[in-house]
Structure formats: C-alpha cells, structure tokens
C-alpha cells in the first residue's frame, strides 16, 4: 500500500450568498467596461481574463496576475469634491474586488476612503468588509451593487487603468505617441528638479502601477507658489506641517511646509506621459492576511 500523501490544493472558492452578489455585481462592472468605447483593444484583452475568472467562480481558472480600476468623474458637492474608483484584481489564485474614492475640502484637505472590500482564495472563507456606514460625509455614497448599477461610462469623467504584465499588447499602446492618436498638441515639457529629485527617492512606481489609483481631477497650480503643475514632475497632496489642512503642493512647497509622505499625512503623485498623475507613495494600509 503507497503511503504517499495524495493531498491536493482546494480547486473551488467556498462562496456564500452574499460572496455570489459581490462577484455578480464585479461581473456587471467589467461587462460595462467591455463595451465603454474609450477602452482600448489591447485593455479588452486583460478585462476578458478578468471577468473568464470571476465567471467561472467557484472553479478555479488559471493563475494570472491582472489589476484592474476604474476611476468615475470628480463631483462637486457645495464646499467640497469626490470621485468613486472600483478595483478588480487578480493575483494568482486571489480574487480582490474593491471600491473606494476620494474627499476633498479646501479647509480641510482630502483622503482617501474604502466603502468595500472583498477577496476569496480556494478552499477558504472569503474576506469581506463593509466600511459603508462609516463615510457619513460622502454625499453619494452607496451599496456597491447600486453604485456599479449607477456606472454610465458613456459619460465624460471615467478612466481606466490596467496592469497586466503577460498582455505585451498593452505595451505597444504605451509604447505609441498619445499625441498622434489623439491629435492632441504636446504636453508642456516637464521639469525636473532637485526637490522633484529627492520625492523621486520615495516613489514606488511599481506598488503605484499596481494598485492603479490616479488623482481625479488634478490641481493645476500649486496651492501655495501658484506655479503649474502640468510642467512638474510631482505633486504632494499634502498635510500641512503642524496643522489639520491638507494642500496640493509642488516638490518644492512640499518640502517646506509638508507633514511627510505617508497615510494621513501625504500622497505622493507622478505625472504620467498622457498628463494623469498616478499614486507613487503615501499608499493605503496594506490588508492583514
């Protein structure tokens, strides 16, 4: 008689009702992105994988590793400013389905914040938080299934971003001049400083190009020299030091009156070629496992 351990790694994902609407309402998400008509071809390629995984749930497919957000349009609301971001996420055999955005007051700065957060692994309870109830400020906060419901990305606003290292055709988009394919006029030729030297120091453009969280509706001067901000490098949305304000700061404000980088005190943005700024540092707590 073999001794051998014929043990095997589970196959299926233990979902429960609640886990089916979560992952219904991602599939309806990504079904819309599939026919928004600002999605490029090469993007559709990674969305697809995405959603062929959450189809299949609770079988497992295939590993991948596939990161996924779409960014809604910033809404003014009185004295203060929001924007919605939904996340699909495949890393290996981990599923992450999240939404978030975020609040910007002048007198009081801005952050970030989570309304919902699910992952599931084969073989084990799936992770859910519900962090709804908490955003009391948020005017248009609501369920994630009527959020997705409410997503009309025939409208201005939207953007979305991909990071699928196994789809070379995503790199052949970058690749090409956004210039040309859009008929745009150059994007002033950005200057970078020693100030934008030493944030470059903090940057994680790796970790930033992962999670995929670009600023919506970015500031166009510096809120404390006034100069233009689409000819610098980086831009700190900031604590001020020794005080509860947060600023849109250029490396060189930041610097001077900053608090740091860091949650709660700073989020360092990057400019990205096609002019949107992606989250380099100051990054969300990561989720216990």
């Keep these: 008689m073999s001794t051998e351990d014929t043990s095997e790694v589970p196959d299926n994902y233990c979902l429960n009702s609640r886990d089916q609407t979560v992952v219904t309402t991602a599939i309806q998400l990504l079904e819309k992105i599939l026919h928004a008509d600002f999605v490029t071809p090469a993007e559709i390629v990674s969305v697809a994988k995405v959603l062929h995984v959450l189809k299949r749930l609770p079988q497992r497919s295939t590993e991948l590793t596939v990161a996924i957000s779409l960014s809604g349009p910033t809404r003014q609301f009185g004295e203060h400013r929001i924007y919605h971001f939904w996340q699909v996420n495949v ?62 990305l025939t409208q201005a606003g939207y953007t979305l971003s991909v990071t699928d290292d196994e789809n ?33 120091k903090l940057a994680d453009e790796a970790e930033g190009r992962r999670i995929g969280d670009y600023y919506s509706n970015p500031p166009e001067t510096c809120d404390a020299c006034g100069c233009e901000m689409a000819q610098r490098a980086f831009f700190v949305d900031a604590r001020l030091r020794g005080q509860i304000m947060f600023d849109s700061l250029c490396a060189e404000c930041f610097l001077a009156k900053g608090e740091g980088i860091g949650w709660g005190q700073g989020q360092l943005y990057q400019r990205e070629p096609d002019g949107e700024w992606l989250l380099v540092a100051g990054f969300p707590p990561k989720k216990k496992q």
């Excluded at 709804?132 to 299934?145: F, S, T």
């Design 91 to 152: 890393f290996d055999s981990e599923v992450e389905i999240s939404s978030g955005g975020h609040f910007y007051r002048k007198s009081t700065g801005g952050d970030t914040f989570t309304c919902m957060n699910w992952s599931g692994q084969p073989g084990v309870e799936a992770d859910y938080g519900d962090f709804l109830a908490q955003h009391k400020i948020v005017d248009d906060a609501q369920p994630y299934d009527q959020e997705i419901a409410a997503v009309d």
């Design 168 to 200: 070379p055709l995503l790199e052949e988009y970058d690749e090409s001049d956004p210039a040309e394919q859009s008929g745009e006029v150059e994007s002033p030729e950005v200057k970078y400083t020693e100030a934008d030297q030493q944030l470059a």
